[in-house]
T-cell receptor, first 118, second 118 residues
Framework: DSGVTQTPKHLITATGQRVTLRCSPRSGDLSVYWYQQSLDQGLQFLIQYYNGEERAKGNILERFSAQQFPDLHSELNLSSLELGDSALYFC?????????????????FGPGTRLTVL | AQKVTQAQTEISVVEKEDVTLDCVYETRDTTYYLFWYKQPPSGELVFLIRRNSFDEQNEISGRYSWNFQKSTSSFNFTITASQVVDSAVYFCALSEAGRIQGAQKLVFGQGTRLTINP
């Protein structure tokens, strides 16, 4: 158990709908990362938040958005869902280690949310 | 840009055979981290190892060993005396050491599906 929790575990919805995936990082971790694992694209980085601020963006669609709340949990919002959005969505959290640049991190992954769009 | 290549899409061996999973990476940074993750059929990502770019020593953990060679930009993973429980998808990943706190995404290879037959 990594200490990162994700809800729900499974989500089945229809095209055009909107869903919210939730992630609670490990206690004390300030960074939250979202990744998408699909059959055709593999494991891809979507977006990252650090202490409430967006820090990095990957191949995230405009229909997708995320935020990190003051209690450090994060939500990934997926709207106008398409069949191709069916995937396993992972959240990871990290603790910053080291005393300065370059920063070192080790990411701990949650169990994932399996989204099926019908 | 960072890139990780796992040229072997699928490998199938008989139990007790040794098997090596290849990983080749590209980065322009001099400080970076390499990872291996295991994804069993249940879907979660299990952390196996992290290695920084300054440590080229090979590592052994039980039946697992890793060979890091900067000269060839490779970080290969060997399982000795494979077992059926080793069947999974294995991912190699790269993270550049960040200059910005909380901004070290992982770039994953496409994964190698390893099947160990009894």
């Amino acid at each position: 158990d990594s200490g990162v929790t994700q809800t729900p575990k499974h989500l089945i919805t229809a095209t055009g709908q909107r869903v919210t995936l939730r992630c609670s990082p490990r206690s004390g971790d300030l960074s939250v990362y979202w990744y998408q694992q699909s059959l055709d694209q593999g494991l891809q980085f979507l977006i990252q938040y650090y202490n409430g601020e967006e820090r990095a963006k990957g191949n995230i669609l405009e229909r997708f958005s995320a935020q990190q709340f003051p209690d450090l949990h994060s939500e990934l919002n997926l709207s106008s869902l398409e069949l191709g959005d069916s995937a396993l969505y992972f959240c990871a959290s990290s603790v910053e280690s080291g005393t300065g640049v370059p920063y070192d991190n080790e990411q701990f992954f949650g169990p994932g949310t399996r989204l099926t769009v019908l | 840009a960072q890139k990780v290549t796992q040229a072997q899409t699928e490998i199938s061996v008989v139990e007790k055979e040794d098997v090596t999973l290849d990983c080749v990476y590209e980065t322009r940074d001099t400080t970076y981290y390499l990872f291996w993750y295991k994804q069993p059929p249940s879907g979660e990502l299990v952390f196996l190892i992290r290695r920084n770019s300054f440590d080229e020593q090979n590592e052994i953990s039980g039946r697992y060993s890793w060979n890091f060679q900067k000269s060839t930009s490779s970080f290969n993973f060997t399982i000795t005396a494979s077992q059926v429980v080793d069947s999974a998808v294995y991912f190699c990943a790269l993270s550049e050491a960040g200059r910005i706190q909380g901004a070290q995404k992982l770039v994953f290879g496409q994964g190698t599906r390893l099947t160990i037959n009894p």
